[in-house]
């Protein structure tokens, strides 16, 4: 072989570095031919790469280390991207309201005071005493049923109860200084009327007092808690929630108002003063998925002083009624609007409670949850203005300035505050 291709032989496995200096002095010895020739009798000697060819070498090098850089950064930045944006993904799912329709205001977890009794503060939950026979339910549909009642499964997390919290704090942030706001969530029969040991089995269900405990915490300063619960699991041996309906009995409802006259320290109605009504044979929600499910009785009670109430139902003019009760209500599935006459867009009771000062108003925005609760709060304001907010039309801080209503109360049953359809017909309230 010549010399250029002997080199180039050597030149490729020359990995030793050691030799560099050694090969460069030999390579420029002056003398015939010195750098293009192998010394004679060395057969281990390897010629050093012309400095034109390190040069390349070394560029070529640059160039592979800097590609690498390159891909590399690339790499990252497209991994950042996709972490992002399943983050927003997650974000925007779980958003309250279109911002477009309801500003929020940001959630402080703090904890809450007011003029309660320590046994009914946002902070302390009590729990309710349940009794189990160790026997097991079944599943009928989307309904559990066990012991002849039907439960309503509850599942939650702490996303979802900031999400409703900043929701009440974004409506609260609509009103002025002078309005007080107040909110109430209630708890279902489920975690009242169910057993621990099915709600960890055959019956999955998260703890509601976590979830509500958690939304109250949530709230801002603005807006005042109203802890219903405690009330509710001190008395849940007693008719407190229907059999056949997702609802609570007036009975029940009745010892939310209590927990909200205490708050404001407000005379709680007694209803040892009021005539006990019923109508037997409610048939609610849950008695179609199963026939071992018993029937209900329904309880109201009329009060000792008169309340008027008129409805505005959309379809023309309002509807009067000399009572916060349609007593002709029929045994059956619609029983329960023995309460209010049922769901109406709007609805206000007016009460010639001695109890109730002259002027004094609230409105409370609720679902049907509401219906059993509004009546006895006509032992207390002189106006209760009933606003369902899944087919009010009008706008809640106009119609509160135009009737000079100075309290709000958000009433939500606990699967209604965990539901973001329900929030955002809720919204709709202040566009």
């Not at 009798?41 to 040069?55: E, H, L, T």
């Not at 023995?338 to 007016?350: A, E, H, Q, T, Y």
């Not at 017909?425 to 202040?430: D, G, I, P, V």
Request: a negative charge; aromatic letters at 12%; charged letters at 20%.
């Amino acid at each position: 072989m010549n010399n250029r291709n002997d080199y180039d032989y050597f030149d490729l496995n020359n990995f030793d570095d050691s030799y560099d200096s050694r090969d460069y002095r030999r390579r420029t010895q002056r003398g015939n031919g010195a750098y293009n020739r192998r010394p004679a009798g060395n057969s281990s000697y390897k010629r050093r790469p012309s400095k034109r060819r390190n040069r390349r070498r070394t560029r070529n090098r640059i160039i592979i280390v800097t590609a690498f850089i390159l891909i590399l950064a690339v790499i990252v930045f497209i991994f950042s991207s996709i972490i992002k944006g399943c983050s927003n993904a997650k974000e925007d799912a779980l958003a309250t309201v279109s911002t477009s329709t309801v500003s929020k205001t940001p959630a402080t977890k703090t904890a809450k005071t007011n003029a309660v009794a320590n046994d009914l503060s946002a902070d302390y939950f009590v729990t309710p005493n349940i009794k189990d026979d160790n026997t097991n339910g079944e599943m009928a549909y989307n309904t559990y049923v066990w012991n002849h009642a039907g439960y309503e499964l509850f599942g939650s997390d702490d996303t979802r109860a900031k999400n409703y919290a900043e929701t009440i704090n974004g409506f609260a942030g609509h009103f002025g200084s002078d309005v007080k706001i107040y909110d109430m969530i209630v708890p279902n029969h489920t975690e009242m009327g169910l057993p621990q040991r099915l709600k960890d089995s055959d019956a999955p269900s998260t703890s509601q007092a976590d979830n509500i405990k958690s939304i109250y915490s949530y709230l801002s300063e603005k807006v005042t808690p109203v802890n219903c619960y405690n009330l509710l699991a001190n008395n849940n041996k007693e008719y407190i929630y229907f059999n056949s309906d997702h609802h609570w009995t007036g009975l029940g409802a009745y010892y939310a108002y209590t927990a909200f006259a205490k708050t404001n320290n407000l005379p709680v109605l007694s209803l040892d003063d009021c005539t006990e009504m019923t109508i037997d044979g409610f048939d609610g929600t849950f008695k179609d998925n199963s026939t071992q499910i018993n029937s209900d009785t329904v309880h109201y009670w009329d009060f000792p002083y008169s309340v008027s109430m008129e409805i505005q139902n959309g379809s023309g003019e309002p509807i009067s009624y000399d009572s916060p009760y349609y007593s002709a209500a029929a045994p059956g599935p619609y029983t329960y609007g023995v309460f209010i006459s049922g769901d109406n867009p709007l609805s206000v009771l007016r009460s010639s409670s001695d109890k109730a000062e002259e002027g004094k108003k609230i409105a409370v925005v609720k679902e049907s949850y509401g219906n059993a609760f509004v009546p006895y709060l006509t032992y207390n304001y002189a106006e209760v203005h009933v606003i369902d907010f899944r087919s009010y039309e009008g706008n809640l801080v106009t119609y509160c300035q135009e009737n000079g209503i100075k309290e709000v109360l958000f009433l939500n049953g606990v699967m209604s505050a965990n539901t973001q359809i329900q929030l955002d017909s809720m919204s709709t309230l202040f566009n």
